[in-house]
């Protein structure tokens, strides 16, 4: 992600008008175009019940014995006999710390794109508004050769012109009675390209910015993009050495009710984030 992607919604690429799409109502009462399904017997009924009972403690029994992974090496999502694509593959992805950021990766697919979606995460951050955060997230997550020239673009874009334009304090705080948020959710991952020495992954995210408080002219909205991220093996570690970021998939909007300022910051501070793995 070059410096300015995150200037758009706070984050979010792209900032066009998203349309909501009502799918039309019929007689069927399935939105899907299916037929409404028939109501079960007592007998079906008792045979579902008795297979989910049966599914619950066939889990638990799998999950007895601790919190550690049953077989750390299972095969890899997406070899044969291995595991759906989505699906975690027990193998511990991240060894320690660095700060908020999670470091340490495996040297193979798996740690790349764990990796990658990480780095998503806190380059996508409210922490981002901080100049000193800022130079710690950058010499954190990319390449050292590329640091000293992202970090003067990066604070040349981060101005204080830029951040009165977003309605924010001078030194990226929100106003008082405001909640500053941006947040980066990823949604997936994959490897394009892989080496012993680089990667290229994808990662298709979601994204909350703007401004929660009483009168923001800059609502909490939400952005899709995918950041296709090249990393490189270096100081024993993936390292992001340059990125970009596109619009999209961006799926239909659901019928939700929109909540009110208030509720959105206090979820916000009151939900904290994830360490993101394959």
């Given at each position: ?17 998203q ?32 297979v ?76 981002m ?37 977003v ?58 993009f ?26 239909v ?10 509720e ?15």
């Amino acid at each position: 992600m070059s410096p300015g992607d995150e200037h758009d919604s706070f984050g979010g690429v792209g900032g066009s008008g998203q349309t909501r799409t009502r799918l039309p109502e019929g007689n069927s009462g399935d939105v899907y175009g299916g037929a409404r399904r028939p109501v079960r017997s007592s007998r079906s009924l008792i045979t579902v019940v008795g297979v989910v009972v049966l599914l619950i403690a066939a889990i638990a029994f799998a999950n007895r014995g601790g919190t550690e992974p049953a077989d750390a090496a299972a095969p890899r999502s997406g070899t044969p006999g291995g595991t759906a694509p989505t699906s975690a593959t027990g193998v511990r992805p991240v060894t320690g710390k660095n700060g908020t950021i999670p470091t340490g990766y495996a040297h193979d697919d798996q740690g790349a794109q764990s990796a990658a979606t990480n780095y998503a995460v806190a380059l996508g951050s409210v922490e981002m508004y901080n100049a000193d955060r800022r130079r710690e997230i950058v010499r954190t997550v990319h390449a050292p050769k590329v640091v000293d020239e992202l970090l003067k673009r990066f604070d040349a874009s981060y101005t204080a012109d830029f951040m009165a334009s977003v309605g924010l304090n001078k030194d990226g705080t929100a106003h008082s009675g405001m909640t500053l948020v941006s947040r980066t959710i990823p949604i997936g991952a994959k490897v394009r390209d892989y080496t012993e020495t680089s990667a290229t992954v994808e990662v298709w995210c979601t994204s909350l910015g703007g401004l929660a408080g009483a009168g923001s002219t800059r609502p909490v909205t939400s952005t899709w993009f995918t950041i296709t991220e090249k990393l490189v093996w270096v100081g024993g570690d993936w390292r992001v050495e340059s990125s970009t970021q596109v619009e999209g998939p961006t799926p239909v909007n659901g019928d939700n009710r929109a909540s009110m300022a208030d509720e959105i910051a206090e979820a916000v501070e009151g939900y904290g984030g994830f360490t993101y793995a394959r």
